[in-house]
């Protein structure tokens, strides 16, 4: 229920109430003046209408600040209790005081009408106010509790974000420096053949080098032996991580393709019974119209199924085809 709707329930009751007491009033004064001018000198008959103008005074005093105090979710403690009963003892006394001094019994029921309909309305309407400001509370506690999840769902969903933009631009700083790196090992590595050559050459001229060429060749084979047993290892390494990711999606695929099957298996297990002349249970319904829509069965089909009326079936359908635009999984996750 939307606060339009509340507001108006509380406009019903807050207007049936004073037309509950403007009619009680009413009757009320009609009913107790002349009680009042026959017990009152004849000097004084003109204040006989102001008794149960006082009387209904405080009536209305009570059902304004009782209205009042519920819908902010006070108590205003025993007194206005007490005045509450009392003003309304009072107006049943009155009212009733005439025909009960005669013994018109009838007349007894027919004038307490007025006044008991005034004292139960004021507690109703009281009790009613006090539940509906209590249903506000706790629907608006619900409210910010489901917003402060949401914000922190948002703030999760940022941390995450920011997690990855941080873990790429490591990652993009990390290949960056590989690259440096392998380009200065180029560098080096010209540097060395071009130094390799021209101790070459010096050795052609000067054999006293020999000896070292030969040297700083060997060295340099033994680096290359030492690179290349470095990219076999890497080689190694990249080919031990694709084998394992290839491991870990075909493990997904086989569980993914065993939950549907699963899926599968249940919603027929659901639809395996048949037409049925009565409507099942609401749990037992809901299954079965989850297994219905997921195997594309028709409404008409759904309703003889679970025994349910179209009108749910198909709010049940609207639901699901709802979850399955949000999460395309809801349907498997609503069958199992």
């Known amino acids: 229920m939307n606060s339009v709707q509340v507001r108006s329930a509380e406009r019903a009751l807050s207007v049936g109430t004073w037309m509950i007491v403007a009619g009680a009033m009413l009757y009320s004064i009609l009913t107790v003046t002349p009680l009042a001018a026959r017990h009152t000198p004849d000097e004084w008959g003109w204040t006989a209408p102001i008794l149960p103008l006082v009387v209904d005074a405080a009536v209305v005093i009570v059902v304004r600040l009782d209205a009042v105090l519920a819908r902010l979710g006070g108590h205003g403690g025993r007194w206005p209790v007490v005045l509450r009963w009392m003003t309304g003892c009072m107006t049943l006394a009155l009212n009733v005081a005439d025909s009960g001094l005669r013994k018109d019994l009838v007349g007894v029921a027919v ?21 509906i400001t209590a249903a506000l509370a706790a629907h608006e506690a619900r409210q910010r509790a489901e917003q402060t999840e949401r914000e922190q769902a948002t703030e999760a969903r940022r941390a995450a974000a920011e ?11 990390l290949l ?33 080098e020999r000896a070292g060429r030969e040297a700083r060749e060997r060295r340099e084979r033994e680096r290359e032996q030492q690179q290349r047993e470095r990219e076999r290892v890497e080689r190694e390494a990249e080919q031990r991580r694709q084998e394992e990711e290839r491991r870990r999606e075909e493990a997904a695929r086989r569980e993914q393709e065993e939950r549907e099957e699963r899926a599968a298996r249940e919603r027929a297990a659901l639809l395996s019974g048949g037409p049925v002349n009565e409507k099942l249970p609401e749990d037992q319904a809901r299954a079965v119209v989850h297994a219905a829509f997921g195997e594309g069965l028709p409404v008409r089909t759904a309703v003889d199924l679970c025994g349910w009326s179209i009108g749910w079936v198909s709010t049940r359908y609207q639901e699901l085809r709802d979850a399955t635009v949000a999460d395309p999984r809801a349907l498997e996750g609503a069958a199992s």
């Open 163 to 173: 997690q990855r933009a941080r873990e790429e631009r490591e990652h993009a700083a």
């Open 176 to 208: 960056a420096r590989e690259q440096r790196e392998h380009e200065a090992l180029l560098a080096r590595e010209q540097t060395e053949r071009e130094e390799a050559a021209r101790c070459a050459e010096r050795a052609e001229r000067e054999g006293r």
């Open 111 to 131: 004038h307490a009408v007025a006044p008991l309909l005034l004292i139960v309305t004021a507690e109703t309407g009281l009790a009613y106010r006090r539940a």
